[in-house]
Structure formats: structure tokens, C-alpha cells
């Protein structure tokens, strides 16, 4: 695997929640994780996954901004420190040997460790922005960040001038992060596209490969591209139909810090 990565020269690391653990950010789907979360907190939903439904979020936006603290850091500061992980994907950039890194993460750790914005794909956006639903104002999330701590239902604060009297928009402000029933970014699937032909090694950490476009991208590779993944517990990726996978040629089961510092 070492030997792999330092003769390959165009590499496409897929990330998922798994990597930012030791960072502090919980996963979804393990025990404990923010499903869990979600369930124990008694947010009244009729399932976890209804907090982050954007046809939910647009008719009662107040249980995600109830749970919404709970995705920053818990002490007090803006960002995440990176893990050694996030550290070596980095590492990877610096050598020249990173294509893409596509996250399906939100929490913006990529920016802290290094990582160039040309080199970033946030296949389900980014928790760092949000966009009111009403007049589709960008905001900052230190803008708004005073309602997330509050548990608050954060409002545009953007004026709107009138002939006759200013008002205020006050619509809601939605992070900028894909919730369910909404599309991915077209800028995705593109890249993605584009880069699946040139890639000489897929290197997967900390995903259970269950969403899309994510989930597929090991299926679309050419068969001589290698593949290795890094994980706690294998995973079966959710493909599309008539679709063949012959495998990963490497699997790396464990922690991804620790296996990342035997490289």
C-alpha cells in the first residue's frame, strides 16, 4: 500500500464522517453517533434522518436549530483541529500527488489542515455558510453562528428597500449543507466525471459508501486503477443496479489515525 501511494501520481481519496471523529465531530450512523443523538434529544421527529429532510426543515426549521450546536466545536472555538488524516490527505496535495478529495463531510476541516478549494469536492456542501430560503442571501456562518448556540431559528437580517418603508427579510437562513430531497451540485457528478478518467489510485477512509454519488464512484473507475480503503468494519457500498464491482484490492481495518501513521 505505501509503495502504491508513492508511485502514484493522480490520486482520488473519498472521505466520510469516520475521519473527523477525533476531531470531536460525532458520525451519523455508529452507535452514539448523531442519529443516535438525534433520538435521545426528544426533538419530536417522526426519525432521525427527518432533521436534516429539506421539505421538514422548510415547514418546522426549529428542531435542527435546536440540535445544530451540537455540529460546532464544543470548545467555544470556530473550527475543528484536523486529524492526523485530514493532515495526510494534505500531505498528499503538497506533494503533488492529490487529484480530489471528495468529502461527504460538513464540517469544513479540509480548509483548517491546507487543503486547496481546486482540490476540494464537498459532495454535501458545507455547514461553514447558509443561504436564506426567501431571497437566497449568502451568509457567513459567523453571521448567524449567535443563533446556533442559542438553539435559535436564524433570520435573514438582510433590509429590503421599498418606496415607502424598508422591512426586513427574515426569511430563514438553511446551512449550506444537502438535505435529503435536494440535488446534489451538478458540479459533482462533472468533476467527478473528468477525474474517474485520469485517476491512478482510489484511496476510501471513513465511509460506509451507503450514499450517492459517493457510493459509486468505486464502480466507474478503470479496472486498473487500485483501490484501498480504510475503515473501522468492512462495508458493503450501495452500487447502482447492473453495475459490476470486482472489489477493493486493500482493505485497512481500524482506526484511520493509527493506520495512517504507519505510512
Do not use: M
Request: aromatic residues 8%; proline residues 5%; contains cysteine.
Amino acid at each position: 500500500v505505501v509503495q502504491l501511494i508513492k508511485k502514484s501520481k493522480r490520486i482520488l481519496v473519498v472521505t466520510g464522517a469516520g475521519i473527523s471523529v477525533s476531531c470531536g465531530v460525532p458520525d451519523f450512523r455508529s452507535e452514539g453517533g448523531l442519529y443516535d443523538i438525534i433520538g435521545e434529544l426528544g426533538l419530536g421527529l417522526p426519525q432521525p434522518e427527518c432533521l436534516f429532510d429539506l421539505e421538514f426543515f422548510k415547514i418546522d426549521p426549529k428542531p435542527f436549530y435546536s440540535f445544530a450546536r451540537r455540529l460546532l466545536p464544543k470548545d467555544g472555538k470556530e473550527r475543528f483541529n484536523p486529524s492526523l488524516t485530514h493532515r495526510f490527505i494534505t500531505a498528499l496535495q503538497n506533494k503533488r500527488k492529490l487529484l480530489r478529495n471528495y468529502t461527504q463531510n460538513i464540517d469544513g476541516i479540509e480548509d483548517v489542515a491546507g487543503l486547496k478549494k481546486k482540490k476540494i469536492i464537498r459532495c454535501h456542501g458545507c455547514f461553514a455558510t447558509g443561504t436564506c430560503l426567501k431571497c437566497k442571501k449568502k451568509h457567513t456562518q459567523s453571521s448567524f453562528r449567535e443563533s446556533i448556540l442559542k438553539g435559535e431559528v436564524a433570520l435573514c437580517p438582510v433590509v429590503r428597500k421599498r418606496r415607502r418603508q424598508d422591512t426586513i427579510c427574515e426569511g430563514i437562513i438553511k446551512p449550506d449543507i444537502t438535505f435529503f430531497g435536494e440535488v446534489i451540485n451538478s458540479k459533482v457528478n462533472v468533476t467527478l466525471h473528468k477525474d474517474n478518467a485520469v485517476a491512478d489510485l482510489l484511496v476510501v477512509i471513513g465511509t460506509s459508501l451507503q450514499v450517492a454519488p459517493v457510493s459509486e464512484i468505486v464502480q466507474y473507475l478503470p479496472a486498473e486503477v487500485k483501490q484501498i480503503f480504510i475503515n473501522r468494519n468492512r462495508v458493503k457500498p450501495r452500487l447502482k443496479k447492473n453495475r459490476i464491482w470486482r472489489g477493493f484490492d486493500y482493505e485497512l481495518l481500524g482506526n484511520s489515525d493509527i493506520i495512517i501513521a504507519l505510512f
